[in-house]
């Protein structure tokens, strides 16, 4: 299994930025998919989540609104476009398969 992420960087607040998480080695169209995160000295949360075909979506609160999660089954992949981006979302993002496998993390920053 595995997952690549990018898409991550430096935005200034309010700005946007798109991620994408490419996987490999497991049955992509079957799985449910998560984007995690988790900013130094906190807990890795959960920002969203989607079902397998794509029809449910589930987001955290704090995100509710500016982040959106989608999913190309054709290409294996998942994305996660953050708009309106604040300082509190500066963190290192995660691609989650299967509520078992982790990509390797890219890094969002939000500053002026």
């Known amino acids: 299994v595995q997952l690549v992420e990018s898409g991550g960087g430096w935005v200034q607040p309010g700005g946007s930025l798109r991620l994408s998480c490419a996987a490999s080695?497991?049955?992509?169209?079957?799985?449910?998919m998560s984007w995690y995160r988790q900013a130094p000295g906190k807990e890795r949360e959960l920002v969203a989540d989607?079902?397998?075909?794509?029809?449910?979506?589930n987001y955290a609160d704090s995100v509710k609104g500016r982040f959106t999660i989608s999913r190309d089954n054709a290409k294996n992949t998942v994305y996660l476009q953050m708009n309106n981006l604040k300082p509190e979302d500066t963190a290192v993002y995660y691609c989650?398969?299967?509520?078992?496998?982790w990509g390797q993390g890219t890094q969002v920053t939000v500053s002026s």
């Open positions: 989650k398969a299967q509520a078992r496998f």
């Open positions: 080695g497991f049955t992509f169209r079957s799985s449910v």
């Open positions: 989607i079902s397998s075909a794509g029809g449910i979506r």
